[in-house]
Nanobody, 127 residues
């Protein structure tokens, strides 16, 4: 079992920044591909960003490319999502997720492949 706990969400004005953190416990963190997903009210959950087990590879949804940065610190069992130039359309509950087995490049956006999920943290961007 892996427990994932997100933090760092909150209310920010458009153009502002937030950094989300997700701390993992229970298993060897570096064995897991990590992803961030989000779900806005009334919408389906969508892929935001993912990072490979070593941290050498990352991928982003087109809607956040150039504004968001995913990173990880395997020594601290933590994955981060730095969010800059936030817009009202970024308002959502943000979830981190961990995938033990899937290859990164073909599976990073596949929600069903992720084995563990956090409880989510709310990000609200006001206009």
């Amino acid at each position: 079992q892996v427990q994932l706990i997100e933090s760092g969400g909150g209310l920010v004005q458009a153009g502002g920044s937030l950094r989300l953190s997700c701390v993992a416990s229970g298993r060897t963190f570096s064995n897991y591909m990590m992803g961030w997903f989000r779900q806005a009210s009334g919408k389906e959950r969508e892929f935001v960003a993912a990072i490979s087990r070593s941290g050498a590879s990352t991928s982003y949804a087109d809607s956040v490319k150039g504004r968001f940065t995913i990173s990880r610190d395997n020594a601290k069992n933590t994955v981060y999502l730095q969010m800059n130039s936030l817009q009202p359309e970024d308002t959502a509950v943000y979830y981190c997720a961990a995938d033990r087995h899937s290859p990164f490049y073909s599976h990073y956006a596949q929600q069903d492949d992720y084995d563990y999920w956090g409880q989510g943290t709310q990000v609200t961007v006001s206009s």
